[in-house]
């Protein structure tokens, strides 16, 4: 190359370097402050940004690479030099997407369970026929124990009868973990199998390790649906579930994304309302299906069990047999969800999967197959069902077909597969015109004829209380009819009602005034009177009070008078105290106010009152979700001090919590202080008591309370023209009360009175 032609391309390229720029620039984008800093260069009066740095600015653009800003990217761009800014105008669908999650939070700290014990006792004795006694009375109790360490726990149940036909049996013995956060359950011991919704369960000794979802109530564990928007301008949005607001919240312009809407099962609609800055209002109804047999997606689950088959339940205590074990899996995929699962014995094995899947926002559909081979025989079963709603009316229908033999593990107990079983319903919600049902089950069994039944329903409900309702059924394969037509209505916090029935060979007709208990406690009862072969009458009685219930009835019939009495309740062992309740379903919560005869809330609503020692146990909690506790602060004693009157609780299943209310106790007094001149200390007057800090604050009438002071001290009020001191000497302690001294008279700095 020649020197000139040489010289002349060195001049070039520092020319084209001359007028390239390096900036860094604030980007706002549409008028608002990104608070994005980027290198932006300057080249010809063109602008290169980074496209990591338009994305952090709110840009829908690929992270890689850089462009430069002109007509043909749809970015208007200006440089504002004096203020270091980088102006940028585009159209709203330019912008990268808002997405607002609206699932609910989950609730995951579980409160810890101390150590101990819960006892449930059912006891019933019975007559039926008072005149004769003897052979015709029976007796029974129900038992059942747990005992629990933090979330683990071994539970024990039995029942025994007396009578002519005395029995007794051990129903179900294990021990079982908990683990919230996987959340997963291990049992060691009687259980149940876990199968998919074409399977069928057995009960088994031996072991069992599975998700349980229960352990996450707040979870929502099924596909949510989703809601894409665009607002031009900053605007709010509300989205309504039937009568219910569900979110409120602002988006940016751009396209917006409401994920996880918190619709009910079933079919329904939202509506999403977009408000602007300017006031402006568009308003979308959509339909939404979600259905809770399906699983979000990257949600998985599983069973596995191992054992031995149980038979005679309830008739025997340790009737264990065939050796096996099953598995189930299922899977959330977008849209869709998975499962498989397996069962093995000596002589079965039986595997099959399923998929599900909703249709549009309109229902769902599933279907599932499987094969079998027991005992050297083969079979196959195919099922399929579907459940839609469009509008008021909802349909669905469930059908499972087997060839060969076909076999389970619910097979080698007796319980043979159906050939053919299938089930279809209707419904429709006529709004004032009432509800309409219609359902048609079948099957059919080998070597065994068709059995069909046919059953319809009707219901109406008037705004006063009044609800009207009929009722019937078709069995075509034994000929056989049944309807029944029942009124209800309110009547002074009672309910009256009446029925007629009538069908295959029968002829009834009854009517009854039901008092219902209170569930907080209380006393209720029903009477009833009624014919059908006979005239008959029957009067029943319940009491629920804070230490269990009680259920009596009293019938007259057919010249016979029959007795029965129910007795339920619990006990409770925690923090080495012995504790009658009521039947301890659920969970259970010791509540320690220190303060007796308190009243004890749950949920804003009074459920006790605390004893002598200020203690209260409460039954029916919430396994896993938040329960708030407390008591009303006016019950603490006057020298408590209250830094908190209620606490929420999140316990295991089937255990204790303890929940701590009892107050600091005040160690003060109010010492009333006045000046020389007669009057009280300004109302909220600085006090600096000796050896006390922070300073204190003089009260109505001159009133200040004073706390941990046990010797003699100066105390020093700050008033507007200066600073006057008086002695104080604390009063003996007055139990019960806060004891008080004065007047004490407060003298002006400088001088020596005390």
């Given at each position: 190359m020649r020197p000139g032609a040489l010289l002349m391309l060195l001049l070039l390229f520092h020319a084209q370097a001359a007028c390239a720029q390096?900036?860094?620039?604030?980007?706002?984008?549409?008028?608002?402050?990104?608070?994005?800093?980027?290198?932006?260069?300057?080249?010809n009066g063109r602008l290169d940004v980074a496209n990591a740095d338009l994305a952090d600015a709110g840009l829908a653009v690929a992270r890689e690479g850089r462009q430069l800003l002109d007509a043909r990217t749809q970015i208007a761009?200006?440089?504002?030099?004096?203020?270091?800014?980088?102006?940028?105008?585009?159209?709203?669908?330019?912008?990268?997407?808002?997405?607002?999650?609206?699932?609910?939070?989950?609730?995951?700290?579980?409160?810890?369970?101390?150590?101990?014990?819960?006892?449930?006792?059912?006891?019933?004795?019975?007559?039926?026929?008072?005149?004769?006694?003897?052979?015709?009375?029976?007796?029974?109790?129900?038992?059942?124990?747990?005992?629990?360490?933090?979330?683990?726990?071994?539970?024990?149940?039995?029942?025994?009868?007396?009578?002519?036909?005395?029995?007794?049996?051990?129903?179900?013995?294990?021990?079982?973990?908990?683990?919230?956060?996987?959340?997963?359950?291990?049992?060691?011991?009687?259980?149940?199998?876990?199968?998919?919704?074409?399977?069928?369960?057995?009960?088994?000794?031996?072991?069992?390790?599975?998700?349980?979802?229960?352990?996450?109530?707040?979870?929502?564990?099924?596909?949510?649906?989703?809601?894409?928007?665009l607002a031009a301008v900053p605007s709010t949005v509300d989205v309504f579930v039937g009568a219910s607001r569900v979110f409120d919240g602002p988006v940016n312009e751009g396209p917006f994304a409401l994920n996880n809407l918190p619709v009910m099962t079933g079919g329904g609609g939202a509506t999403v309302v977009v408000r602007d800055v300017l006031g402006r209002q568009t308003s979308q109804t959509i339909s939404l299906y979600t259905d809770p047999r399906l699983l979000a997606e990257g949600l998985t689950s599983y069973s596995l069990d191992a054992g031995f088959l149980r038979r005679g339940y309830g008739l025997s205590s340790a009737d264990y047999a065939t050796p096996f074990a099953s598995a189930t899996w299922r899977g959330g995929f977008h849209d869709l969800t998975a499962e498989l699962h397996g069962e093995f014995a000596q002589s079965l094995a039986l595997a099959g999967g399923g998929i599900a899947s909703t249709v549009g926002n309109f229902g769902l559909v599933s279907a599932a197959v499987a094969a079998s081979r027991s005992h050297g025989r083969k079979g196959a079963m195919?099922?399929?069902?579907?459940?839609?709603?469009?509008?008021?009316?909802?349909?669905?229908?469930?059908?499972?077909?087997?060839?060969?033999?076909?076999?389970?593990?619910?097979?080698?107990?007796?319980?043979?597969?159906?050939?053919?079983?299938?089930?279809?319903?209707?419904?429709?919600?006529?709004?004032?015109?009432?509800?309409?049902?219609?359902?048609?089950?079948?099957?059919?069994?080998?070597?065994?004829?068709?059995?069909?039944?046919?059953?319809?329903?009707?219901?109406?409900?008037?705004?006063?209380?009044?609800?009207?309702?009929?009722?019937?059924?078709?069995?075509?394969?034994?000929?056989?009819?049944?309807?029944?037509?029942?009124?209800?209505?309110?009547?002074?916090?009672?309910?009256?009602?009446?029925?007629?029935?009538?069908?295959?060979?029968?002829?009834?007709?009854?009517?009854?005034?039901?008092?219902?208990?209170?569930?907080?406690?209380?006393?209720?009862?029903?009477?009833?009177?009624?014919?059908?072969?006979?005239?008959?009458?029957?009067?029943?009685?319940?009491?629920?009070?804070?230490?269990?219930?009680?259920?009596g009835a009293v019938a007259r019939g057919d010249g016979r008078t029959a007795l029965r009495l129910d007795a339920s309740g619990g006990l409770a062992l925690m923090d080495n105290h012995l504790y009658a309740t009521r039947a301890p379903d659920g969970a259970v919560a010791l509540v320690q106010t220190g303060a007796p005869d308190a009243r004890v809330y749950r949920e804003n609503r009074m459920v006790a009152r605390t004893d002598a020692n200020g203690d209260a146990l409460l039954t029916g909690l919430n396994p896993y979700a938040a329960n708030r506790i407390g008591i009303d602060p006016r019950d603490y004693p006057i020298d408590a001090d209250v830094a908190v009157s209620s606490r929420i609780v999140v316990p295991p299943r089937g255990a204790g919590v303890v929940v701590n209310l009892a107050p600091a106790v005040r160690h003060g007094f109010i010492a009333v202080i006045r000046l020389s001149d007669g009057s009280f200390p300004p109302i909220g007057a600085p006090v600096d008591v000796e050896g006390l800090?922070?300073?204190?604050?003089?009260?109505?009438?001159?009133?200040?309370?004073?706390?941990?002071?046990?010797?003699?001290?100066?105390?020093?009020?700050?008033?507007?023209?200066?600073?006057?001191?008086?002695?104080?000497?604390?009063?003996?302690?007055?139990?019960?009360?806060?004891?008080?001294?004065?007047?004490?008279?407060?003298?002006?700095?400088g001088s020596h009175a005390r």
């Open positions: 390096d900036l860094l620039l604030e980007i706002w984008l549409n008028g608002r402050n990104t608070h994005v800093v980027a290198r932006v260069v300057e080249r761009a200006r440089k504002d030099a004096i203020n270091q800014r980088l102006l940028l105008t585009v159209a709203p669908s330019r912008l990268s997407r808002t997405t607002i999650d609206l699932r609910p939070s989950i609730v995951e700290d579980v409160t810890p369970a101390g150590r101990g014990a819960l006892l449930r006792y059912d006891l019933s004795a019975s007559a039926n026929d008072v005149a004769h006694l003897q052979g015709a009375s029976t007796a029974g109790a129900a038992l059942g124990l747990t005992l629990f360490d933090g979330n683990a726990r071994v539970t024990a149940t039995g029942f025994a009868t007396a009578g002519r036909a005395a029995h007794s049996a051990r129903l179900d013995t294990a021990l079982e973990f908990d683990t919230p956060s996987a959340p997963r359950r291990l049992i060691f011991g009687d259980a149940i199998t876990g199968v998919p919704q074409w399977g069928r369960s057995v009960r088994f000794g031996g072991i069992e390790i599975a998700t349980d979802f229960s352990q996450q109530p707040d979870r929502v564990t099924f596909p949510l649906p989703q809601f894409f928007g195919a099922s399929a069902n579907f459940a839609a709603r469009a509008g008021a009316f909802s349909v669905f229908g469930d059908i499972a077909a087997t060839a060969g033999r076909f076999a389970d593990l619910a097979s080698l107990s007796g319980d043979v597969f159906p050939g053919l079983r299938y089930e279809t319903g209707i419904s429709a919600a006529l709004g004032r015109d009432g509800a309409l049902s219609l359902g048609w089950i079948g099957e059919r069994m080998r070597g065994s004829p068709p059995d069909d039944l046919v059953t319809a329903s009707y219901s109406l409900s008037f705004g006063d209380g009044l609800f009207f309702g009929l009722t019937g059924f078709r069995n075509f394969t034994g000929r056989s009819w049944a309807g029944q037509m029942f009124v209800s209505m309110p009547l002074d916090g009672a309910i009256v009602s009446t029925s007629a029935s009538a069908g295959t060979g029968n002829r009834s007709a009854q009517a009854a005034y039901d008092k219902p208990v209170n569930p907080d406690g209380g006393f209720g009862y029903r009477i009833l009177t009624g014919t059908n072969s006979s005239q008959r009458a029957e009067a029943d009685a319940r009491w629920i009070a804070d230490k269990g219930e009680l259920d800090s922070p300073s204190l604050l003089v009260g109505r009438s001159g009133e200040v309370f004073i706390g941990d002071l046990a010797h003699p001290a100066d105390a020093a009020v700050e008033l507007r023209d200066g600073i006057c001191h008086a002695h104080v000497v604390p009063p003996p302690p007055a139990p019960g009360r806060i004891p008080r001294t004065g007047p004490l008279v407060c003298h002006a700095e």
